[in-house]
């Protein structure tokens, strides 16, 4: 990695750890992040460093290029699959997007990487829920709805037997 950028990541560092609580980026640290996104981006190689990817993503959520962070997160969890902490901060991002059935999958494949978690149970069963009380995702699986209604048909997708 270019030593401008080692510098860049280690001021960056020291930034976000003297302002933890810090939700109002000024001027000058927005600034400085648009210089350490386009130094990133110039660097030639394609490294697989789930730390990197992650400290862009932070720089993209300061920007509030919520596209951007999407993007940025759907990368580290093709490249890190078993990253826990990212498909939990992607489902996240989907339910305040309204996007309940991404946010479905992203809390399925967290159950998956943790079964005996019972927030991420907590999470699949809310983002559930709230995918038009259950509606989308029945249709989305069967095409149709069963006879009892959406709730039911789910239910006994659900229930183990």
Known sequence: MDVHIDELLKEYDDYV???PRNNVVNAKGKAWCSTLL???RKSKKDVANVSLMK???CIKKIQRDIPGVIEGINDIVK?????????????????SLS???AAVHCFEELV??????????????????????LGELVERENGV?????????????LIVK
Not at 149 to 156: L, N
């Open 99 to 101: 996007d309940n059935l």
């Open 55 to 57: 400290r862009k993503v």
């Open 17 to 19: 750890s003297s302002n």
């Open 112 to 133: 998956l990487l943790e079964p005996r978690n019972n927030s991420y149970h907590t999470r699949l069963a809310e983002a559930l829920y709230s995918a038009e009380k």
């Open 79 to 95: 490249k890190f699959p078993s990253d826990a902490a990212s498909w939990q901060e992607l489902g996240e991002l989907y339910l």
């Open 145 to 157: 709805v069963g006879e009892q209604g959406p709730i039911a048909t789910v239910e006994s997708m």
């Open 38 to 40: 386009k130094e990133l």
